[in-house]
C-alpha cells in the first residue's frame, strides 16, 4: 500500500515493513571501492542523521561493506534508530583483493547475520536481503536455486534474529522459489529508466504488496541515453540523478529506491527528488530512453 508523504510518500508491505519511498543507500559510506574507513567519517555521519531528520526511515546497508565499517558509522551515527527500518544484505563477502566472492551456505548465511546484528548493534535485524546473482557485471541475476541459502534465512526469522525476508539480483523465478519458503517483502535490483528488464515483476510484485527497491538509477545509460536525461533535468532545473530518481517514483507505487552519498550537498539534490512533478512531456522524454 502506497500512502502519500514527503519524500515520495511510503509503501507498506502486505508484510507491514512501512518504508519511505526515497530511502538511503549506505554503501558510499566506506572508502574507495568500498573498502575501509571513509575520508570523511564526520561528513559520513552528518550525512546520515541529515538523511533521518529529512524524514528517511529506509536504510540500506551490508556487513560486507567496508567490510564492518558501514554498519559500524550507521550504529554510531543513528543507535536506538528509533523509528529507522535497517535494510541489510547477506550473501556475499569481500575478499583480499576487494572482490565479492559469494557466501551463500546455510553456515555462512547465519555468521553473516550474526556480524550484523553486532556490528549494528541490535537483537533483530528489520529486513535482510540475501544477495543472489552478480554476474560479469556485478549487478545482474544469475540462474539457480536460491532454496538453500533462503531457507537459511527463514530459520533464523523463525528464531526472532530477522523481521522480514527479500532477495536481491534475482530473476523472477528466484522470487517465486522464495516465496514457497517464506514471505517475500522486498526484492531488490538494478532498474532504471535506461534499464527496464524487470517491468513485469515489478507489476506482480505490486499486486502482491512486495516493495520494489530498485538500485543504481544512473547505471548502464549510454552517452546517448544520457544526453536525453540531462536535457530534461536541464529543463527541470535539477540535477540528472534526481530527474532518474524521479521517473521511479512515478512509474510504480512499489518502487522505493535507495540512493547513495558521502555529501551532503548530493544527499539534498536527491531527496529534493521527491517533490518533482513531471509533465507528460517530461515523461515522454524520458521514456524515449528505453529506446
Keep these: 500500500m502506497c500512502a502519500a508523504n514527503t519524500l515520495g510518500g511510503t509503501f507498506t508491505t ?19 571501492g568500498v573498502w575501509g574507513p571513509p575520508v570523511d567519517r564526520g561528513e559520513a555521519i552528518r550525512v546520515l542523521r541529515a538523511a533521518v531528520q ?17 554498519n559500524e558509522i550507521i550504529r554510531e551515527a543513528l543507535a536506538p534508530y528509533d523509528g ?12 583480499a583483493d576487494g572482490g565479492w566472492p559469494q557466501e551463500r551456505s546455510p553456515e555462512q548465511i547465519r555468521a553473516q547475520v550474526e556480524s550484523n546484528l553486532h556490528t549494528l548493534g541490535v537483537e533483530t535485524l528489520d529486513a535482510v536481503n540475501l544477495r543472489v546473482g552478480g554476474g560479469p557485471d556485478g549487478h545482474s541475476a544469475v540462474p539457480g ?42 526484492v531488490q535490483n538494478w532498474y532504471n529508466v535506461a534499464h527496464r528488464g524487470d517491468e513485469e515483476l515489478i507489476a506482480t510484485l505490486n499486486e502482491q504488496g512486495i516493495a520494489y527497491t530498485a538500485f543504481w538509477p544512473l547505471g548502464g545509460f549510454t552517452p546517448l541515453q544520457s544526453g536525453t536525461l540531462d536535457q530534461v533535468a536541464e529543463r527541470l532545473g535539477v540535477s540528472p540523478q534526481a530527474a532518474a530518481i524521479a521517473w521511479l517514483l512515478h512509474r510504480s507505487p512499489n518502487i522505493v529506491v535507495i540512493p547513495g552519498t558521502a555529501h551532503l550537498a548530493h544527499l539534498r539534490e536527491n531527496l ?3 517533490e518533482l512533478e513531471l509533465s507528460t512531456d517530461d515523461l515522454s522524454a524520458l521514456d524515449t530512453i528505453a529506446g
Excluded: C, W
Design 272 to 274: 529534493a527528488a521527491a
Design 84 to 95: 529507522v527500518q535497517l535494510v541489510t544484505k547477506v550473501g556475499a563477502a569481500r575478499d
Design 145 to 186: 536455486s536460491l532454496a538453500e541459502s533462503f531457507g537459511a534465512l527463514a530459520e533464523l526469522r523463525q528464531e526472532g534474529l530477522i523481521r522480514h525476508l527479500g532477495v536481491s539480483v534475482v530473476e523472477a523465478g528466484q522470487v517465486t522459489e522464495a516465496q514457497t519458503i517464506a514471505p517475500v517483502a522486498t
Design 14 to 32: 502486505t508484510e507491514g515493513l512501512t518504508l519511505t519511498r526515497i530511502g538511503y543507500g549506505a554503501m558510499q559510506l566506506a572508502g574507495p
Design 54 to 70: 529529512a524524514g528517511v526511515n529506509h536504510i540500506d546497508t551490508a556487513d560486507f561493506y567496508g567490510p564492518h565499517v558501514t
